[in-house]
């Protein structure tokens, strides 16, 4: 079959199916929410993963009030799957709303937002205005809404109204479909509104479920798995189908079956291997090997491989997570390292305070698709082997370590550091160096438990700047012990560096001299340096770093 282009950015699946742009078929994600029990289910994916696409999907399929959709789904597998699935066609009202644009710095802006999300889905109904079965005082209200008069208390009971309304009118239950549901609570808590923005949430939310007998089946979607007690306390029959459910595994992303047949529609199986290592790897429930759709959109558009996942405002929440979080950073080194870490992993994510629960922290990364599962490590205590998906994720990553320093450096010039370093102009590299260090850490808060750590990931942080002519290693063993840093040279010749930090003892290290002296001494007597001889490497730098409290010093061994 013939197709006219790839529709990049469309999410409207009728314009996308009229326009006959290619399409990787999902219509069996519609059997596996007629099939599924749960009135009310919310579905978590990563952002560009289709989510958009697939409730449009929904919409057209369900809505009474759509008249053309049997031809808009006409040759796609829903359509072989019998009577059971196909009389549900055009069979229900639906109410389709999307909080994807409730992306804002206020609370005010917030519920101009939701007053604007609320009106388009008031205006698919207007006919609303016309019929014998609503009364004349609800017709005002309705007007209201469709003015933009309406208050903020009657946002609040909006979508349980228009229920009421469409379940008079057709005398059937209703169908609502809710895009994007947390957009505005990400927002709310980087903007710093976030209390306010729950208790509004709360009262919309339990307005909306909460003895509503006009609902048949809900569908949310979104990025993150938020706490029912949050926002949900008023919906029976709630359940949720994360990245760790089978449930609708294969409905989002394209997998690796998929992937064949996009490949070789597009005639690009000489590449096949470098969009595997750029854009494959996610895992959802039991199926592996889901790849990035708008990725892989992007590049069978231009043909480059490159990061498409670019970083947005929606990555705000998960910057600040790790800038906040000292154990974060220092398990970061070995993620970009390609190793598999043993995390913790709640997905239930409680937003407010985020950056100090671990557990959440890597469930909402890998709910957003920074993370995969590698392993089940302990189902009952959530315990699991997480490592980066793909080679674009990890760029992506290093990006954000860059940016977060990037900020704090003199004159926002990183690589200026690190160019003195490798040519050991060391003078200006101490002096630029101690400088950083004064600027992050009156900016962080380190406390004394978690200082050793800290320093240990702010270090390895900055060094991801050498990525592209260094090899940086940490904690591995040579000679008699394990070396802190180990920094070489992709060429030879070039300088190699062995580097030792401390964080001073105040029972044994008065001063921060001490503190050089004990890390020298380490350097010398553990030969760290004789793993970089044996191997060719002959121009090494060994260095201490000291820190005492925030002061620090740098001293060649």
């Given at each position: 079959?013939?197709?006219?282009?790839?529709?990049?950015?469309?999410?409207?699946?009728?314009?996308?199916?009229?326009?006959?742009?290619?399409?990787?078929?999902?219509?069996?994600?519609?059997?596996?929410?007629?099939?599924?029990?749960?009135?009310?289910?919310?579905?978590?994916?990563?952002?560009?993963?289709?989510?958009?696409?697939?409730?449009?999907?929904?919409?057209?399929?369900?809505?009474?009030?759509?008249?053309?959709?049997?031809?808009?789904?006409?040759?796609?597998?829903?359509?072989?799957?019998?009577?059971?699935?196909?009389?549900?066609?055009?069979?229900?009202?639906?109410?389709?709303?999307?909080?994807?644009?409730?992306?804002?710095?206020?609370?005010?802006?917030?519920?101009?937002?939701?007053?604007?999300?609320?009106?388009?889905?008031?205006?698919?109904?207007?006919?609303?205005?016309?019929?014998?079965?609503?009364?004349?005082?609800?017709?005002?209200?309705?007007?209201?809404?469709?003015?933009?008069?309406?208050?903020?208390?009657?946002?609040?009971?909006?979508?349980?109204?228009?229920?009421?309304?469409?379940?008079?009118?057709?005398?059937?239950?209703?169908?609502?479909?809710?895009?994007?549901?947390?957009?505005?609570?990400?927002?709310?808590?980087?903007?710093?509104?976030?209390?306010?923005?729950?208790?509004?949430?709360?009262?919309?939310?339990?307005?909306?479920?909460?003895?509503?007998?006009?609902?048949?089946?809900?569908?949310?979607?979104?990025?993150?798995?938020?706490?029912?007690?949050?926002?949900?306390?008023?919906?029976?029959?709630?359940?949720?189908?994360?990245?760790?459910?089978?449930?609708?595994?294969?409905?989002?992303?394209?997998?690796?079956?998929?992937?064949?047949?996009?490949?070789?529609?597009?005639?690009?199986?000489?590449?096949?291997?470098?969009?595997?290592?750029?854009?494959?790897?996610?895992?959802?429930?039991?199926?592996?090997?889901?790849?990035?759709?708008?990725?892989?959109?992007?590049?069978?558009?231009?043909?480059?491989?490159?990061?498409?996942?670019?970083?947005?405002?929606?990555?705000?929440?998960?910057?600040?997570?790790?800038?906040?979080?000292?154990?974060?950073?220092?398990?970061?080194?070995?993620?970009?390292?390609?190793?598999?870490?043993?995390?913790?992993?709640?997905?239930?994510?409680?937003?407010?305070?985020?950056?100090?629960?671990?557990?959440?922290?890597?469930?909402?990364?890998?709910?957003?698709?920074?993370?995969?599962?590698?392993?089940?490590?302990?189902?009952a205590r959530g315990i699991y082997k997480v490592k980066l998906p793909n080679y674009e994720i990890k760029l992506l990553f290093e990006n954000i370590v860059e940016e977060w320093f990037a900020n704090k450096v003199i004159g926002n010039d990183l690589n200026s550091i690190l160019k003195d370093l490798v040519e050991l102009k060391l003078d200006e590299f101490e002096i630029k160096f101690r400088k950083l260090v004064e600027e992050m850490f009156s900016y962080m808060d380190v406390g004394e438990n978690t200082a050793e750590n800290f320093y240990h990931a702010f270090v390895l942080g900055m060094l991801v700047g050498l990525k592209d002519s260094y090899y940086v290693n940490s904690n591995r063993e040579s000679?008699?012990?394990?070396?802190?840093?180990?920094?070489?040279?992709?060429?030879?010749?070039?300088?190699?560096?062995?580097?030792?930090?401390?964080?001073?003892?105040?029972?044994?290290?008065?001063?921060?001299?001490?503190?050089?002296?004990?890390?020298?001494?380490?350097?010398?007597?553990?030969?760290?340096?004789?793993?970089?001889?044996?191997?060719?490497?002959?121009?090494?730098?060994?260095?201490?770093?000291?820190?005492?409290?925030?002061?620090?010093?740098?001293?060649?061994?």
């Amino acid at each position: 079959m013939e197709w006219n282009g790839i529709g990049i950015g469309t999410s409207d699946f009728r314009k996308l199916r009229t326009l006959n742009y290619y399409y990787i078929d999902k219509s069996m994600y519609i059997k596996d929410i007629i099939d599924n029990a749960s009135e009310v289910a919310l579905i978590t994916r990563p952002r560009r993963f289709g989510k958009t696409l697939n409730m449009s999907m929904l919409r057209y399929f369900f809505d009474c009030d759509i008249k053309d959709s049997r031809e808009i789904f006409d040759g796609l597998k829903i359509m072989e799957q019998g009577e059971k699935y196909t009389s549900k066609l055009g069979a229900y009202p639906c109410i389709y709303m999307t909080l994807k644009d409730v992306n804002v710095p206020s609370y005010e802006r917030m519920i101009t937002g939701f007053k604007s999300a609320v009106l388009d889905a008031y205006r698919e109904h207007m006919y609303l205005l016309d019929s014998d079965k609503i009364y004349q005082f609800e017709k005002d209200r309705i007007n209201d809404i469709l003015y933009i008069r309406e208050d903020e208390d009657a946002v609040v009971k909006s979508i349980k109204e228009l229920s009421g309304y469409l379940y008079r009118h057709h005398n059937k239950p209703v169908m609502l479909f809710i895009d994007e549901y947390d957009v505005p609570i990400q927002a709310a808590y980087v903007e710093g509104y976030y209390e306010q923005a729950i208790k509004f949430l709360k009262n919309f939310y339990a307005t909306t479920f909460k003895d509503n007998p006009y609902l048949g089946k809900t569908v949310l979607t979104g990025v993150s798995r938020v706490a029912k007690e949050s926002i949900f306390s008023g919906a029976n029959n709630f359940k949720v189908f994360t990245m760790l459910d089978n449930e609708f595994a294969d409905d989002f992303g394209i997998t690796s079956e998929e992937i064949d047949k996009v490949i070789e529609d597009f005639n690009v199986e000489d590449n096949k291997e470098k969009i595997k290592k750029w854009y494959d790897g996610y895992r959802i429930g039991n199926v592996e090997g889901i790849y990035n759709p708008w990725s892989i959109l992007n590049y069978l558009t231009d043909k480059q491989l490159k990061p498409y996942w670019v970083n947005t405002s929606s990555n705000d929440l998960i910057k600040m997570t790790i800038k906040k979080s000292t154990t974060v950073k220092e398990k970061m080194e070995r993620l970009l390292k390609g190793e598999a870490i043993e995390v913790p992993i709640d997905l239930e994510t409680i937003i407010n305070g985020i950056e100090e629960n671990e557990n959440n922290i890597w469930g909402l990364m890998l709910g957003t698709g920074y993370l995969k599962v590698d392993e089940i490590v302990d189902l009952a205590r959530g315990i699991y082997k997480v490592k980066l998906p793909n080679y674009e994720i990890k760029l992506l990553f290093e990006n954000i370590v860059e940016e977060w320093f990037a900020n704090k450096v003199i004159g926002n010039d990183l690589n200026s550091i690190l160019k003195d370093l490798v040519e050991l102009k060391l003078d200006e590299f101490e002096i630029k160096f101690r400088k950083l260090v004064e600027e992050m850490f009156s900016y962080m808060d380190v406390g004394e438990n978690t200082a050793e750590n800290f320093y240990h990931a702010f270090v390895l942080g900055m060094l991801v700047g050498l990525k592209d002519s260094y090899y940086v290693n940490s904690n591995r063993e040579s000679g008699m012990g394990r070396y802190d840093i180990m920094l070489e040279p992709q060429d030879k010749t070039k300088n190699s560096f062995i580097i030792e930090f401390k964080v001073a003892n105040n029972m044994k290290e008065s001063t921060i001299e001490d503190v050089i002296e004990n890390a020298k001494k380490q350097i010398e007597e553990k030969d760290y340096e004789s793993n970089l001889r044996e191997r060719g490497f002959n121009n090494i730098t060994k260095m201490v770093f000291a820190f005492k409290g925030k002061e620090c010093k740098m001293q060649i061994v």
